[in-house]
Each structure stands twice: as C-alpha cells, then as structure tokens.
C-alpha cells in the first residue's frame, strides 16, 4: 500500500514562479526521499531528508519535514519549463524497501 | 559508467506468453528491486534483492519471479502474461539495502498484453 501521498496531484505554474508540492505519509520513517520523472524517463533521485532534519536544500530545491504531522514539502524556486515533470516522494523504516507516492504532474509555461 | 540498463524498452506479447525483462547494473550496488508504474497508482514494488542469492516479495508479486545470480543482473520474468500486467517496468538499484540510499532507475520497460 502507498505510504506517502503527494498533493496537489497536477500543478501549473508560469516560468519564473514557485512550485510547491507535498507528501504526506502514514508511519513513522528513517527518512524522506523525493525524485523527479520526465516523461517517458526513469526516476532521477533529487534529495534525501533524514527523520532528524527539520529542512535541507539543494540548488533551486528547498524540502522541509515534520515529523510530528509526518509530512513534507518539496519547493522549486523560479520555476523553468525544464522543470516540467512528475515528482515522487518516497519513504521507508529501517530495513524495508522504499515506498514511493503517486506523485505530482507539474507544468510550467514559458 | 551505464548505469541502469533496461531491456528491451518496449515489448508486445500475446495472454499467455512468458517473457523476461532484463536489468543490468554496473556501478556495484547490492540493493535491486523492480517496480512497476501504472495511471493513477505510482510506483509499486514487485520484487527486491539485497545482494547475489537472496530475493524477496514486495507489494504485487504475484505472477513474477525473480534471482539474482550476479550481483550485476536481476530480470524479471512474467510466467504467463495477463492483460493485467501491461504496464512500465522500472529497475532500480542502489549501494546497499540501507534505508539512506538514493535509488538509481533504469528507463524502463513498456510492456503491453493483448
């Protein structure tokens, strides 16, 4: 069964705006992990939040955790049209296999 | 460096027939898993190996086997294709089964059953 949720499951932004996306889970976990999928592609890995961080950032990405709510959101500043994808949070407990969302489609126009 | 290697990227097969996808790896890693992708329900995993020898189930199983002889090779056979199993098959692998380790996919398999 899906362990994380993403929301808003389709987004569409203009370039040069914020994107935010979030995941909610249902169990405790070790830590947090979100991808990107272009269309017709494999998922690429963009970054991993571990259960004792609060926010980590990585370029144009910015991923905050709460623990307490068990959520997280995945914030992409001044959005460019190479930005367009699906996004996957991903989670798992010590010594289980990763469990991925259904995901948000994100479309940003030029 | 390949990477993760999916063949074939896309396949037609009859109800009834068998088949096996192929993964391929070169970087090393230990952790395999294979997912498959379908509308509206993400990824969900089929089967996953810690290490040359040792497979084990995941969330949707049935009608998929798989070994890990090598620790560079993991397919995944469909036993006799249903047009329940027309979907894109992704592989992916990672350094160890430790939880803090990013997941490196292939491009996939996009199979379809008549």
């Known amino acids: 069964s899906q362990q994380g949720e993403e929301d808003p499951q389709a987004l569409s932004i203009q370039e040069g705006e914020n994107a935010t996306m979030n995941c909610s889970y249902k169990t405790s976990i070790n830590n947090l992990q979100w991808y990107r999928q272009n269309s017709g592609r494999g998922l690429v890995h963009l970054i991993l939040i571990r259960s004792n961080e609060r926010e980590k950032h990585s370029g144009r990405l910015r991923v905050t955790l709460d623990t307490s709510k068990k959520s997280s959101s995945l914030l992409i500043t001044a959005s460019r049209a190479a930005d367009t994808a699906s996004y996957f949070c991903a989670t798992n407990q010590a010594g289980t296999a990763l469990i991925f969302g259904k995901g948000t489609t994100l479309s940003v126009s030029s | 460096n390949a990477g993760v290697t999916q063949t074939p990227k896309f396949q037609v097969l009859k109800t009834g027939q068998s088949m096996t996808l192929q993964c391929a790896q070169d970087?090393?890693?230990?952790?395999m898993s294979w997912y498959r992708q379908d509308p509206g329900m993400g990824l969900r995993l089929i089967h996953y190996?810690?290490?040359?020898?040792?497979?084990d189930q995941g969330e949707v199983p049935n009608g998929y086997n798989v070994s890990r002889s090598t620790t560079e090779d993991f397919p995944l056979r469909l036993l006799s294709a249903a047009p329940s199993q027309t979907s894109v098959y992704f592989c992916?692998?990672?350094?160890?089964?430790?939880?803090?380790?990013?997941?490196?996919f292939g491009d996939g398999t996009r199979l379809s059953i008549l």
């Open positions: 190996s810690v290490g040359a020898g040792i497979t």
């Open positions: 992916a692998s990672s350094p160890s089964h430790y939880s803090n380790q990013p997941q490196h």
């Open positions: 970087m090393n890693h230990e952790y």
